[in-house]
T-cell receptor
Framework: DAKTTQPPSMDCAEGRAANLPCNHS???????VYWYRQIHSQGPQYIIH???NNETNEMASLIITEDRKSSTLILPHATLRDTAVYYC????????????????FGQGTILTVHP | ETGVTQTPRHLVMGMTNKKSLKCEQH?????MYWYKQSAKKPLELMFV???????ENNSVPSRFSPECPNSSHLFLHLHTLQPEDSALYLC?????????????FGPGTRLTVT
C-alpha cells in the first residue's frame, strides 16, 4: 500500500473549518484513501473514504485531487470534541496476498480544537 | 449491546501468567482483527480473521495466540509475555476482509505486563 505524509500537528478554532491535508504521491489506481481518527485512549473511529470522487457524509468531506496524489479532510464546523489524532491511510482492495483488510497507520496529525 | 466490545478494559499480568482478551462484535461482520498500539507508536496489525479463518499473521510472536470460534467472537490468548508487550490491544471488525469496507474498532484493552 502507498505511503502517506501528514503534518504532525494542526490547530483550529472552535466553529471554524478544519482542513487536514494528506500527501499520497505513490498511490495506485486501485487504492482508496481512508480517514480515521483516534480520541485519546479510545479505539480509532472511521470517518470517510474515497477512490477518486469527492465524498461527504455527516462527519466530514473528503476532497481528492484530480491526480489523486493528495487529499484533504474537511471538518466543516470543528468542535472541542473533534480534538484527536487523524490518520490518512491508503489501502488497496484485493482478495489475495497479504493485504487482507490491512490498515497501515502512520503517526497521523494531532488536531487540537481550541475555544 | 451494539458495535464492538472488548473485555477486560484493563489488565495487569505477570510474565508467567496466562490470560485471554475477548472481543465481540454485534454488527454481523465476517472479518475481525487484532491490533497493537504501543506508547508513541502507530497501530500495528497483528492478526486478521475472515469467516473464522486466519488470513493474516503479521509476524507476531507465538506468545500471542488468537482464536476465532465464530464470526462474532475473537480471543487473544496471552502467555509468558514480556514487559515490552505492555500496550493497548484493539479489536476491530468489518463486513469483509477485502473490499472497500470500513473497520469498526472496540475501546481496547490496556495491558500492563509486570
Amino acid at each position: 500500500d502507498a505511503k502517506t505524509t501528514q503534518p504532525p500537528s494542526m490547530d483550529c478554532a472552535e466553529g471554524r473549518a478544519a482542513n487536514l491535508p494528506c500527501n499520497h504521491s505513490t498511490i495506485s489506481g486501485n487504492e482508496y484513501v481512508y480517514w480515521y481518527r483516534q480520541i485519546h485512549s479510545q479505539g480509532p473511529q472511521y470517518i470517510i473514504h474515497g477512490l477518486k470522487n469527492n465524498e461527504t457524509n455527516e462527519m466530514a468531506s473528503l476532497i481528492i485531487t484530480e491526480d489523486r496524489k493528495s487529499s484533504t479532510l474537511i471538518l466543516p464546523h470543528a468542535t472541542l470534541r473533534d480534538t484527536a489524532v487523524y490518520y490518512c491511510i491508503v489501502r488497496a482492495h484485493n482478495a489475495g496476498g497479504t493485504s487482507y483488510g490491512k490498515l497501515t497507520f502512520g503517526q497521523g496529525t494531532i488536531l487540537t480544537v481550541h475555544p | 449491546e451494539t458495535g464492538v466490545t472488548q473485555t477486560p478494559r484493563h489488565l495487569v499480568m505477570g510474565m508467567t501468567n496466562k490470560k485471554s482478551l475477548k472481543c465481540e462484535q454485534h454488527l454481523g461482520h465476517n472479518a475481525m482483527y487484532w491490533y497493537k498500539q504501543s506508547a508513541k507508536k502507530p497501530l500495528e496489525l497483528m492478526f486478521v480473521y475472515s469467516l473464522e479463518e486466519r488470513v493474516e499473521n503479521n509476524s507476531v510472536p507465538s506468545r500471542f495466540s488468537p482464536e476465532c470460534p465464530n464470526s462474532s467472537h475473537l480471543f487473544l490468548h496471552l502467555h509468558t509475555l514480556q514487559p515490552e508487550d505492555s500496550a493497548l490491544y484493539l479489536c476491530a471488525s468489518s463486513q469483509d476482509a477485502s473490499g472497500p469496507y470500513e473497520q469498526y474498532f472496540g475501546p481496547g484493552t490496556r495491558l500492563t505486563v509486570t
